[in-house]
């Protein structure tokens, strides 16, 4: 769903809305990527190699995320947008 919220709220203005969502997918995917090497680590353990194979399937869908790249690279305009923001108010 964030491909849908995320330009919506950066279109709209809400530039501290949209910058902690983009902060929430870069989180996911980090924490989602260090769960996934762990249960690799668990599937070798107990001789599932099916469950390796689609495990690193899947963080490989997750590192080439349109939506993980977009959140990236909007991540330092968003801060920054934070910033001006934050100077104009005083």
Do not use: W
């Not at 849908?4 to 995917?29: D, T």
């Not at 599937?43 to 349109?66: A, P, Q, W």
Request: net charge positive; proline share 2%; aromatic share 12%.
């Amino acid at each position: 769903m964030s491909y849908l919220i995320l330009p919506a709220l950066v279109e709209s203005g809400f530039f501290k809305e949209a910058l902690r969502q983009n902060r929430i997918v870069c989180s996911f995917h980090r924490s989602c990527k260090r769960e996934v090497f762990d249960n690799i680590s668990n599937s070798f353990k107990f001789c599932n190699y099916m469950k390796v194979l689609e495990l690193r399937r899947f963080i490989h869908m997750c590192e080439k995320s349109t939506q993980l790249a977009l959140s990236k690279t909007e991540l330092p305009l968003l801060e920054l947008m934070e910033k001006v923001i934050i100077i104009q108010i005083y």
